[in-house]
């Protein structure tokens, strides 16, 4: 059963309802509310998660923020990441700089992610650099959720929705532009010049180039 009991400061006002639920099997739990109502709605909605044997411990990821979780991340996850770690540091730095880092991990959601990306959008970021920064959020919340005591955290990132990555550049070459990177392959290797003819779909005759690109497709006219 679960037990109510007012809060009180130092002075003797009543600051809020301290909610203690306690069965057996499970560990105590303890959490302080503004009102009544919301101590009651919290220990019915424990109680029943308990019976159900679906409850999860959420009280370490409603006592600890994402900045917190960042710096942690920045300290045991990024040194074991290939390469040096710089990029990922500076995006974890750039994490904790915005409002959503205040946040603890449990009401983190959508909403908050999305609230982020606006941001970044807003300050000239491509969208291939916001899908980075995503990336780091997401496996900081799943490693949270499987080694740092937060198996009740849903990860917020596959709740929205990504930046659209622009279309490639895709034009015909003119002119030279395609005879003189083949002939650069000639005077390199022929074997190679074979090979980006057959990439093109055409064993002897040039096919057309997608700019920027190792021939990968050819349009006849």
């Known amino acids: 059963m679960a037990s109510i009991i007012p809060s009180y400061d130092r002075e003797g006002e009543r600051i809020g309802w301290q909610v203690a639920v306690r069965k057996k099997g499970f560990p105590a739990q303890y959490k302080t509310f503004r009102t009544r109502k919301e101590a009651e709605g919290w220990a019915t909605i424990t109680e029943s998660e308990m ?26 996850i990024i040194p074991t990441k290939n390469g040096d770690g710089r990029r990922e540091r500076g995006f974890a730095r750039q994490w904790q700089a915005r409002p959503i880092a205040c946040c603890f991990m449990a009401s983190i959601d959508g909403q908050d992610v999305s609230a982020s990306i606006k941001e970044m959008e807003s300050e000239g970021k491509a969208a291939n650099t916001i899908r980075l920064h995503l990336a780091l959020l997401s496996h900081l919340f799943e490693v949270a959720h499987k080694e740092w005591r937060m198996a009740s955290l849903i990860n917020p990132v596959e709740l929205v929705r990504k930046p659209k990555l622009p279309q490639g550049l895709d034009r015909r070459l003119v002119d030279d532009e395609e005879s003189r990177p083949l002939s650069t392959c000639q005077s390199i290797n022929p074997e190679l010049a074979s090979i980006v003819r057959f990439a093109c779909g055409r064993e002897s005759t040039p096919g057309m180039f997608r700019a920027g690109h190792i021939p990968v497709t050819v349009t006849d006219q």
């Not at 409603?62 to 900045?67: N, P």
């Open 51 to 76: 019976v159900r044997e679906v409850w999860r411990d959420r009280s370490e990821a409603e006592s600890t923020t994402l900045k917190e979780c960042l710096e942690r991340y920045a300290q045991d």
